[in-house]
Each structure stands twice: as C-alpha cells, then as structure tokens.
C-alpha cells in the first residue's frame, strides 16, 4: 500500500479504499530488508528463515481509514510495492472510479470465497489471511474427488485469483 500524504491524490484514495497489499488478501508475510534496520523488527510479529526476517499480513500497522499507520518508516517493499491497478491509475490508463469498481468487485469475489469456504469448514488457522486460504486451497484440492466435493469453493477461489492476477499482481520477473 502506498499511500500519498497528499490525501486529495487519487492514487492515495485508492490505497486508503483497497488496502489489499496490507491485509493479507495479496500477500501472505513481508520479507524485511537490511534497510529496514533492526529498530523497526520490534514493531512485527517477525519470524526468521535461513537468516530471512518476515512479518505476516495482515500488517499491524494498516488501518482502514487513514492506510498505513508508520507510512514514513514503512519497510523497503511496502514502500516499493505497487499494484497493477494502482500503476494503471498513476499513468492515466484508468480513472480513479474504475479503479474503485475493480476493487470492489476483488472483495465481493472475496467474501464470496470467504463464505464458502467456512461453509465447507476449511480449518480456521487458513482465515489468518485471504492469500494463505487461496493457497491452501489452490494447493491441496488438485485431486478430481476433492474438486468434485469442494467444487464450488474451488471455483470461487479460481475466479478470485485470476482476478487478482489480472489487475492487482504484477509478474515476478525471472531470477
């Protein structure tokens, strides 16, 4: 999320209204960079791998009202991080409504999604955040008598990904 402290800025008026990047629905856990300094690991529920710091989403520090809470101290890839909806609204590709519209209809898709899969009592510890349910659903319904049981949470979960995909994540380039 990238809030603009100029708050009249569309682009601030999408991040505060989406929030998407910072509760979870995008991003399972933020890596941490070196620049981010040890001070600012106190604030996160922070977990190391392989000497990699992490924090899990949603982030504490988002609110939904005013955005980010530490918007000046935010960390590297919070700070760099910016969605494709919110690139399209930076170069004029779309309006701010449209892009308002698009946000609206990933969170019908969402609650949908999230509806059906407590329908379905999918374990509880996978509501933590939208993006690890979609994973866990993505990743362990690949088996036909699973999809056929779990046919509509699947599909709902199909339809919310590649809608994010399509106008919130951006292509991880190659290593």
Same mark, same amino acid.
């Given at each position: 999320?990238?809030?603009?402290?100029?708050?009249?800025?569309?682009?601030?008026?999408?991040?505060?209204?989406?929030?998407?990047?910072?509760?979870? /629905?995008?991003? !399972?856990?933020?890596? =941490?960079? #070196?620049?981010?300094?040890?001070?600012?690991? @106190? *604030?996160?529920?922070?977990?190391?791998?392989?000497?990699?710091?992490?924090?899990?989403?949603?982030?504490?520090?988002?609110?939904?009202?005013?955005?980010?809470?530490?918007?000046?101290?935010?960390?590297?890839?919070?700070?760099?991080?910016?969605?494709?909806?919110?690139?399209?609204?930076?170069?004029?590709?779309? /309006?701010?409504? !449209?892009?308002?519209? =698009?946000? #609206?209809?990933?969170?019908?898709?969402?609650? @949908? *999604?999230?509806?059906?899969?407590?329908?379905?009592?999918?374990?509880?510890?996978?509501?933590?955040?939208?993006?690890?349910?979609?994973?866990?659903?993505?990743?362990?319904?690949?088996?036909?008598?699973?999809?056929?049981?779990?046919?509509?949470?699947?599909?709902?979960?199909?339809?919310?990904?590649?809608?994010?995909?399509?106008?919130?994540?951006?292509?991880?380039?190659?290593?």
């Amino acid at each position: 999320m990238q809030p603009y402290p100029d708050s009249n800025d569309p682009c601030h008026s999408l991040c505060v209204r989406c929030g998407f990047c910072c509760d979870g /629905t995008i991003f !399972k856990v933020v890596q =941490l960079d #070196e620049q981010d300094g040890a001070g600012k690991l @106190a *604030l996160f529920q922070i977990t190391c791998v392989e000497g990699h710091f992490y924090f899990p989403q949603p982030c504490f520090a988002f609110d939904r009202i005013r955005g980010c809470r530490i918007y000046g101290t935010r960390p590297v890839k919070c700070r760099n991080f910016s969605c494709k909806l919110l690139s399209q609204l930076k170069n004029r590709q779309l /309006t701010l409504q !449209k892009a308002i519209d =698009l946000t #609206e209809r990933a969170r019908q898709l969402r609650n @949908a *999604l999230l509806k059906e899969a407590a329908r379905h009592d999918i374990d509880r510890k996978f509501f933590l955040n939208t993006r690890m349910l979609v994973d866990h659903i993505e990743s362990n319904l690949p088996c036909r008598n699973k999809i056929n049981r779990y046919e509509d949470v699947h599909l709902r979960c199909a339809d919310f990904s590649a809608y994010l995909r399509t106008y919130f994540m951006k292509e991880c380039p190659a290593d």
